[in-house]
């Protein structure tokens, strides 16, 4: 079975970001390195990778295909996976076990995303697995993070596309919209199909579902581990991620990944298209239940 960790440190439900010592840095006069383009997630603040291969010292490499990040520092190895809200941690093996690394899987409260291109990954996870201290500004909306003598000060994106709060889409209306699509991949059971799904789907959606006899995806997506991404005042994306299967000898999980456009019509938020894909991640992103 696999060892599950949970870590209080990252669990925490505040932004605060205490500074927590891990090592001791000689003073440095040097200009601190300026990242603009930080990002919050379900409260939490995402950097984009490549200020992390490039401020932090680490390896780093991204798998396109698969939506995986593999960050190495010294022995240790971190993996992430876009979508999901848990680490996989890789320390070099034991002399019982000379062969397998050891491991760790380690639910964290937000998850790597990929917004507009550009891969982000959770800021204080991230900087404190690479032994970083990790200080965070409620009131700039500015991070700090500094390791080795480096200091990177991360600064949140200015949206340029301004939505009021009342507007935004809220982390209940994304559940109830995740949990229809759900019901969505069957209707089989479902009477008067098009009066039950239009608080939630376009006609354009709906018709479609019909048509297909229901939504091409799975039903067991849980509610979604990433922020929609807004494209303008009244359309947005969204994308969500579920472990199909295990892999057959074990080393790798099948995931396939919904990617949802939402519309803002008539005062509500609804899903007005839905599309799929599959990709292959090593094992350990999710305790697979099979359906």
């Known amino acids: 079975m696999k060892k599950k960790l949970m870590i209080s440190l990252f669990a925490s439900a505040l932004l605060v970001l205490p500074v927590i010592p891990v090592h001791s840095f000689a003073a440095d006069t040097s200009k601190p390195t300026i990242i603009n383009n930080g990002q919050i997630n379900n409260g939490r603040v995402l950097i984009p990778l490549r200020a992390v291969s490039e401020n932090l010292g680490a390896s780093v490499e991204w798998f396109q295909t698969e939506k995986e990040v593999k960050i190495k520092n010294g022995d240790t190895t971190l993996w992430l996976a876009a979508n999901f809200k848990r680490a996989i941690i890789e320390s070099p093996p034991t002399t019982d076990n000379p062969d397998i690394p050891n491991r760790e899987y380690i639910d964290i409260d937000t998850a790597t995303q990929v917004i507009k291109g550009t891969t982000y990954v959770p800021l204080r996870f991230v900087g404190q697995s690479l032994g970083a ?63 039950y799904f239009k608080p939630y789907f376009t006609d354009k959606l709906i018709k479609s579902i019909v048509q297909n006899k229901g939504l091409n995806t799975a039903s067991t997506y849980e509610s979604p581990a990433s922020s929609p991404v807004y494209i303008n005042k009244t359309l947005a994306t969204l994308a969500q991620s579920v472990i199909l299967a295990n892999g057959l000898t074990g080393e790798d999980q099948y995931a396939e990944d919904r990617t949802i456009t939402l519309v803002f019509t008539n005062g509500v938020w609804k899903v007005d298209s839905v599309s799929k894909g599959l990709r292959v991640l090593i094992s350990g992103f999710s305790d697979f239940q099979p359906q």
Not at 173 to 189: E, P, T, V
Request: glycine content about 4%; cysteine-free; overall charge positive.
């Open 133 to 195: 201290n990790v200080l965070w500004n409620q009131q700039s909306k500015q991070a700090t993070i500094t390791l080795g003598g480096k200091e990177l000060v991360v600064n949140m994106e200015q949206q340029s596309i301004q939505i009021s709060d009342k507007q935004k889409i809220m982390d209940p209306r994304l559940k109830q919209l995740s949990d229809k699509l759900n019901q969505a991949a069957d209707i089989s059971s479902i009477k008067n199909i098009s009066s």
